[in-house]
């Protein structure tokens, strides 16, 4: 009677875990690029470890490719997930298109990622990419689609302050874009842009196992985080003794105008100085009208909304940061 009364308290403990698993969300992961996409390319010293496939040039320059850096940290986050009892699905395993298959074009791999994604009936997506631009160029920035709901601006907030405050690089924000992953996934997907292998600090940085292992848990505990719905402020390892509410608190401006036209124009300008900008209507008690503002940056923290207004009045732009609208 002892040992069946023990089975049944065994089987019920099983039950329980596995109805606890089977109510955490299925997280597609997408690691970035691959096949004959490298990516971004970065510049190493000449034997410098990463254990990652050994990448040179003609000139015999150690390289590092995106390709390889997005797998290893899908790979690590997949395991951080498992061992936490998450069901993840990923878009490719191998040194391959999406959907492990051969690259053939551009716009066939992103499909084939988001087919994985939607034929498993995913519930979030994580896409993870590795940033270019100039050898000066630093930080960490994430992205959601223009048009996301409030599950993948949580996601994206709470996914990237975990990532920064493991990284301590600049903050670049919680941005949105067009991307095609973000645009025809159907659950709440967000793209993670950790470091830029263009500048050779950073390309160094993510040469080390630690470090993508430092991306892969931010990754994994943002993804936490959202799952539970603890609105608190990051720590690294757990939330911390008194909540706030992660909100995209300020706007980075380079213009306000009475016409759509006018603000076209003030995002193609920006755009030619390589700006990223979005246009958004906001109604001004002041003026008693709609004004067209261009927003090159939104974000949580306004150290890094300074830091975005000084980037912008160095290229002769009037920048300003406002409040954000509220959500509702």
Known sequence: MRLRTLLAAAALLAGSAGAAAAALP????????????????????????????????????????EKDVTLDIARRLDAWLRARAFPTVMTRTQDLAGGDRPYTSQIADLRARVDVANRAGADLFVSIHENALSATSSGTETYHFYYAGAAARSLAVAVHQEVVVRLGLPDRGVKQAGFYVLKNTVMPAILL??????????AALLARPDVR????????????????????????????????????????????????????????????????????????????????????????????????????????????????????
């Not at 004959?36 to 000449?46: E, F, N, R």
């Not at 842009?193 to 950073?202: I, K, R, T, V």
């Not at 292992?213 to 911390?240: L, S």
């Open 26 to 65: 299925l997280v597609a992961i997408d690691p970035g690029h691959g096949g004959a996409d490298s990516g971004a390319v970065g510049v190493l010293p000449a034997g410098t470890p990463s254990g990652l496939p050994p990448r040179a040039d003609a000139r015999g320059r150690t390289l590092i490719y």
């Open 193 to 202: 842009e950790g470091a830029f292998l263009s500048n050779p600090a950073e």
């Open 213 to 328: 292992q430092r991306i892969a848990e931010g990754v994994g505990a943002g993804i936490v985080r959202h799952q539970q719905g603890i609105r608190t402020p990051p720590t690294g390892y757990g939330p911390p003794p008194r909540p706030a509410p992660l909100v995209i608190r300020y706007w980075v401006t380079a213009g306000m105008f009475k016409s759509r036209g006018q603000a076209r124009a003030r995002v193609a300008a920006l755009t030619r100085r390589r700006v990223e900008a979005v246009i958004r209507s906001r109604w001004s008690p002041r003026l008693r009208r709609t004004m067209f503002y261009v927003v090159t940056g939104q974000y949580v923290f306004l150290q890094s909304a300074r830091t975005d207004r000084a980037k912008v009045r160095a290229l002769r732009f009037p920048a300003r940061i406002i409040g954000a609208p509220a959500r509702r």
